[in-house]
Every structure is written in C-alpha cells, then in structure tokens.
T-cell receptor, first 112, second 112 residues
Framework: DGGITQSPKYLFRKEGQNVTLSCEQN?????MYWYRQDPGQGLRLIYY???????QKGDIAEGYSVSREKKESFPLTVTSAQKNPTAFYLC???????????FGEGSRLTVL | QKEVEQNSGPLSVPEGAIASLNCTYS??????FFWYRQYSGKSPELIMS????GDKEDGRFTAQLNKASQYVSLLIRDSQPSDSATYLC????????????FGAGTRLFVKA
C-alpha cells in the first residue's frame, strides 16, 4: 500500500545527542515536509523540499537539518543545538495531482 | 498576528447538533484551504479542501470560504461522539513551492 513511513515511532535520547528521524514515502510525491507539534498546539513547519537535492527552511529550522538525496526519502536530524527538542514530529508529502498533505504516523522524541 | 488563527476551544456540542469551527488567515495571497482532523496522539487526516469562494459539501461536512473576509469555516452536521477530536485549519501559500501553514487547532467534544 502507498503511504509514508516514519521511524522510529518513539525515541528517547540524552541531552546533547544528535538524533535522526527517518521518513520514507512510496507515493511518488515530489514535495516533502517536516512539522513539529507540541502538546495542545498546532503544527509548525521545520523544513520542506519540493524536489530532490533542494530544500527550504520553514518557520522553526534552527537546530534542525535535513537532506533530500532521493525522491522517496527526507530524513530530519535534530541536533544538539535545538534547545527544546522534545516533541511530536510529523513528516508529510504532497502530490501531484492534489494540493493536500499526506502524513506519516509521527515520531515522538523525548529528550531526557 | 498569527498567519492562521483558530479558537482553541474546547467547543462542546451535544450529539446530533451542528458543530461550527472557524478560521481566519492573514495572507491574501493564500490559495487553497484545508481542514484536517487529528485524534489524540495520532497524525492529522484530511477532512475537506476548498479552493474557491462559497460552500463545499461532503457528507456531514461543509466547508465555507470567503476570501474577501479571509475566513474559512467547517460545519459538522449531526455531530457524533466519534467526531470528538482537534480540527486543524491549514492554508497553502505559493512561495515558489507550496508552503502549508496550520492554525493551532480547535478541540471539539461531542457529548453523547
């Protein structure tokens, strides 16, 4: 079945460690996105990519990095520079043909 | 001013009633508009999309768009307890690639 796979679903890390969250899609979508969600809040855009080897910063890119070496994959690294990394991270992709986002199941990161 | 604003709620309605959810956006260049439903601990799922002024109906859901007033709404008829969730309003801006901005969401409770 087509969809977006995020891994791991749950991740615990110590402060100061870098963490990489995986996002893979088999929808043949061009655009991919990373959002962060804090409890009781909406989604905030971290990074997005319209095509392979190109990506743009979103509204809260500081402390994060991404790569887009393949159309199917858009991993997110949460670096030690991110001051408050504990959150629910959502990866999404967009067609064509539609304009809506399709989401993975999310990765919940807890920094101890 | 936030780009996309929603009343955080909670909005509580009795089973069978109409739930009315509202959203305003600040960028007049916004081109497409979406409502996503998010159950607690899960990822968002698309409920409705709307691209032109007026109403769009899909089953028990009706989306309304008024670009002059920069206002989007979602009506849920015959509300069911299973509709209890957070509803996220989202807006696409074309920045050379579509950037989707989310509101903070409105929590809806449908009482049986």
């Amino acid at each position: 079945d087509g969809g977006i796979t995020q891994s791991p679903k749950y991740l615990f890390r110590k402060e100061g460690q870098n963490v990489t969250l995986s996002c893979e899609q088999n929808l043949n979508h061009d655009a991919m996105y990373w959002y962060r969600q804090d409890p009781g809040q909406g989604l905030r855009l971290i990074y997005y990519s319209q095509i392979v080897n190109d990506f743009q910063k979103g509204d809260i890119a500081e402390g994060y990095s991404v790569s887009r070496e393949k159309k199917e994959s858009f991993p997110l690294t949460v670096t030690s520079a991110q001051k408050n990394p504990t959150a629910f991270y959502l990866c999404a992709s967009r067609g064509p043909p539609g304009l809506e986002l399709f989401f993975g199941e999310g990765s919940r990161l807890t920094v101890l | 001013q936030k780009e996309v604003e929603q009343n955080s709620g909670p909005l509580s309605v009795p089973e069978g009633a109409i739930a009315s959810l509202n959203c305003t956006y600040s960028d007049r260049g916004s081109q497409s508009f979406f409502w996503y439903r998010q159950y607690s601990g899960k990822s968002p799922e698309l409920i409705m999309s709307i691209y032109s002024n007026g109403d769009k109906e899909d089953g028990r859901f009706t989306a309304q768009l008024n670009k002059a007033s920069q206002y989007v709404s979602l009506l849920i008829r015959d509300s069911q307890p299973s509709d209890s969730a957070t509803y996220l309003c989202a807006v696409n801006r074309d920045t050379g690639g579509f950037k989707t901005i989310f509101g903070a969401g409105t929590r809806l409770f449908v009482k049986a």
